[in-house]
């Protein structure tokens, strides 16, 4: 079946958009595997990658039924290009602030931890809106990621006031995270249209509906982590839409090199 | 990676029931399903943990066995759907594996014979969902979802699956897998997994 209307379109796209998010944030935060400040949070991070490949799978699985064709949860992840994934520009950034040489030096987990609870507190509410949805089987993926999405949003949120209410150099470097990353978050409310069509016939959220309970949880975190909410503002990202920074290609570089390597592989 | 369904045959002669009645069938698939645990928590079986969810069908048709993920991501569902396979196999039925999502699984499946296990293995057991303020105020009104998220679960008490004492506190939200949290007992100072209520 090939998504004949424009409908089907938006439904796949915003299921694609979901997934990709998922698998790179995913990717992105197991860079840490081996490398975490300390062995909890190694464990704890890679834990919930594995959660949010896990989301992943069952939502290329989806797509992969509704379009047909030969289509595979491989095939999604590891054979589209950078051109055509729809995450969120926010999760495809490197693990620090932007004046960096190098994607792989110096990591802060600052910028981890505030990124997490950035999309976390976001996707707590559109899973738990998501739960409704008219396409059951996306209903069900959500009832069971917002179980996984609240733990992940306790962990970020634990840690952002740890680091905020912490020392005057955690406190420095949380605030500098959220200075950094703030106004990639405009790229949620900007919504585009595949996100406006499913949020018309039941599939998806209007996503724009969920601004003001997402700016409220974080202020409310931000006031125990006695950290400033900056202004977002300036440019707005595109990666939703299919326009990515650079960064996306080395991360998708990295995780797709062995599938296309040994096309077909298994193991 | 493999689909959601995946289909065993059996050599034709041994899916002959033999004249057994139905229910006699079922309740021998039943009994050897039972003897396949969990993978990562090899003293619970499949159906303690709530994972073998039905088995439906008949000799005649074949029978479909379903099981549900535990957590989305949890490496343990594809060993858990082969061991399901090839049991229906070395019985001689001819069987397909269903993973089914909804209703989500749930740790208030898993029976109270299973937590006696995992606290006797040493993991402590989960606290039902509706006790466990992080699933309480979640699905609460939105403007409150956050209220559960700056501080650690310090007010539950989790006993200690070694000495029983609930003198225990959190080390980490996450343990040696994702679906537990590692705590030590202040008590007798040794550490220990908590299964979290999901």
Redesign the interface.
Known sequence: MVASSRADAAHIDYLLHLADNAVVLGQRNGEWCGHGPVLEEDIAMTNMSLDLIGQARMLYQHVATLIGDGATEDSLAYFRDAQVFRNYTLLELPHHGALVGYALDNRDYAVTIVRNFLYSSLMLLVWERLQNSSDTQLAAIAAKSIKEVRYHVRHAGDWLVRLGDGTSESHDKAQAALNHLMPYTQEFWSASDFESGVATNGVGVDITSLRNAWEMQLQDTLSEATLQMPTAGGFITTGKQQVHSEHLTFLLEEMQSLARRHPEGVW | ?N??TTTSRAPKSTAQAGGKAASEILSEIWRALETLTDPEIPVVSLREMGILRDVRGDALHGFEVVIT?T?????AMEQIHDDVLATMQQLGHNASVVTQ??????TDWMTAEAHEKLRAYGIAPPLACALSS??AD??DS??H????????ATNQKIACPQCASDNTTE????????CKA?YKCLACLETFDYF?P?
């Open positions: 990676m689909g959601l993920p957590y989305s991501g949890c490496p999502l909804a209703p989500a699984w749930t992080t699933q979640a699905s939105t403007t979802v956050l209220t559960f998220a700056r501080r650690s080390i980490s939200h996450f343990g040696s897998t994702a590692l979290k999901y």
